[in-house]
């Protein structure tokens, strides 16, 4: 008899497909041989951090022969008094996509319901199938989440509400007022978790500011965008103390390593290189709206630091084409979204570059 694991993992996990990453230059590099190589797949911030920072990871390096502190206390601390809460709402996790797992295993799976939008971040499918949960898209409004059909989709069963504002891939939002009548109408048997990966980008209000009015609200934000910390997986959420304590029970020992703790304290320090970040962001996403305005590639509303264009019916062609020329955006076939691109706002010179070779490319398939 031969050995076949597919006969032996869960039925949920057989029919879900691996999380796919923007392609890494090196191994555009690899594949193809090229010197020169932007990556505007994601989402990512084009500004390196400040000396300062380094130098506080370089020296946590020195002792990673011991474990992290595993309770994150002085970064809890930190980002309570930035964020206005205590440091018992906070839990820490390997990027925001940890603790978006950590929510599921904590109150999904088996005969419970996760509710997520159509065209929502990959990760949430993911969660809800390694908990065994029944996974339920509610569809979207162009594009959007559509927050009356969520709120009407809601059943007994249901246990996780994800929602994310602005939401990956599309870029689309939702607006405050939205929001607080969705969490009025929310009942309380389930948890509402509002990503908010991208809120530095956006300019809405934070869902902590209402967390004191709604016990079953959780708010994740991530180091990895804004922040420029992508490298090294640092996320968080905020909740009421007894949501954060269940959330503590589940989460891995040490799941946040000693020079992400290191970094994260020194960037909080500088609060002028998030400034820096979302003002480049602003300008180049002019700069990309402008110039695929000019090719006649419609595009869709983003409060984020990327756009996702309709490139047709040959975009996994002019996908395909960009690589070749060294520049690397993501496809998103992979979330229903087989005519569009998704395109990261990177510096000016790697914005012009990507619109430079866009456009040659649409000539050559005219």
């Known amino acids: 008899m031969q050995f076949d694991p597919n006969e032996l993992v869960n039925e949920a996990i057989q029919q879900l497909q691996p999380y796919v990453p923007g392609k890494p230059e090196e191994a555009l590099r690899r594949e193809l041989g090229l010197d020169k190589i932007i990556k505007l797949a994601s989402n990512e911030a084009p500004l390196r951090l400040s000396d300062a920072v380094w130098e506080r990871a370089a ?32 839990t820490l996790g390997n990027g925001s996509n940890d603790v978006l797992l950590i929510l599921a295993q904590a109150f999904a799976g088996p005969g419970r319901e996760v509710l997520f939008s159509q065209y929502a971040f990959a990760v949430y499918p993911i969660a809800a199938a390694t908990v065994g949960a029944t996974a339920v898209v509610v569809p979207a409004l162009d594009h959007a989440h559509d927050l009356i059909a969520i709120q009407e989709a809601i059943t007994p069963h249901t246990r996780l509400v994800y929602l994310a504002n602005p939401n990956n891939p599309t870029g689309t939002s939702f607006s405050d007022d939205d929001f607080l009548h ?23 209000k934070s869902g902590i500011e209402l967390l004191k009015q709604f016990p079953n609200l959780v708010v994740t934000r991530t ?6 910390m992508a490298g090294l997986r640092l ?3 905020v909740s009421s103390p007894q949501i954060a304590e269940i959330l503590n ?9 000693s020079v992400a703790l290191a970094a994260a304290l020194a960037v909080l320090d500088e609060p002028n290189y998030v400034k820096d970040v979302v003002e480049l962001n602003a300008v180049g996403l002019q700069q990309l709206l402008a110039g695929l305005k000019a090719l006649d590639l419609p595009c869709l509303p983003t409060q984020a630091n990327f756009v996702a264009f309709q490139a047709g019916p040959r ?17 998103l ?19 012009t570059r990507f619109l430079e070779a866009l456009g040659d490319i649409l000539k050559r398939q005219a």
């Open 235 to 237: 996320g968080y959420s």
């Open 182 to 204: 969705f969490m009025e109408m929310a009942p309380l048997h389930c948890v509402v978790v509002l990503d908010e990966a991208y809120f530095e980008f956006a300019g809405h």
């Open 59 to 90: 020296t946590a390096l020195r002792d990673i022969m011991r474990y992290p502190d595993g309770s994150g206390f002085d970064l809890k601390r930190k980002l309570a008094d930035k964020l206005g809460v205590t440091p018992d709402m906070i």
């Open 333 to 351: 076939a992979g979330y229903d979204m087989p005519e569009y691109l998704r395109v990261s706002v990177g510096l000016e010179s790697e914005n």
């Open 223 to 228: 180091f990895s965008k804004a922040y420029g």
């Open 315 to 331: 975009a996994g062609e002019i996908y395909d084409a960009l690589l070749r020329e060294g520049v690397i955006v993501r496809p």
């Open 249 to 257: 029970r589940v989460r891995q020992p040490f799941n946040i390593n």
